[in-house]
């Protein structure tokens, strides 16, 4: 048996739901797999809730938050903004029509909750910060810059995702926000 820590018992999280392609893992279908007692995975996260909010912003950071760079070739502070919220915006929607087990998890325990979404979202927080050099360590202007753009990120929205007109209501979003940059 390998050393039982909180990346393990992720990695085995992704693993099972890879493998049986539903989000739906049991806490005991983890720690069998692991061959441990669910008591043991409860060792390292107080809860069921707790654990799929790891698996879930580990999925997060690495299929979504990796993907997007600020582009420092772009001078504009907006314009950088905009090309980094486009760039979000479409790397959530990859996500979705990549993993639709994860994006199914990630629903169900991270955008429906939101203290556990605040928490996903607080590097996408930090990086608008930056791009607009804002000192706001609330996170305030970044986080109601996020929300106005969430018809383009919230599952609730994923039918609309693949429109048309899809580009063109971002920009049309991106043209109201900029005027309270």
């Not at 989000?23 to 654990?51: C, R, W």
């Not at 799929?52 to 903004?81: H, R, T």
């Not at 959530?92 to 169900?108: E, G, I, P």
């Amino acid at each position: 048996m390998n050393k039982l820590t909180n990346e393990s018992i992720i990695q085995t999280a992704e693993l099972l739901i890879e493998e049986t392609g539903k989000a739906e893992v049991s806490v005991p279908q983890i720690a069998t797999k692991m061959g441990v007692t669910h008591a043991a995975i409860y060792k390292h996260f107080s809860n069921k809730q707790d654990l799929w909010e790891a698996v879930a912003q580990k999925w997060f950071d690495q299929n979504i938050f990796a993907q997007i760079k600020i582009d420092e070739s772009i001078s504009s502070p907006k314009n950088q903004l905009k090309d980094w919220l486009w760039k979000f915006v479409q790397a959530k929607k990859q996500a979705y029509l990549s993993s639709t087990q994860m994006f199914s998890l990630n629903t169900k325990y991270i955008d429906s909750d939101p203290y556990a979404l605040r928490k996903v979202l607080m590097n996408c927080y930090h990086v608008i910060n930056q791009i607009m050099d804002y000192d706001d360590s609330s996170i305030e202007k970044a986080e109601t810059i996020l929300a106005a753009f969430s018809v383009f990120t919230l599952p609730n929205f994923k039918e609309f995702w693949s429109d048309p007109d899809y580009e063109s209501r971002f920009n049309a979003m991106w043209d109201l926000i900029e005027l309270g940059l």
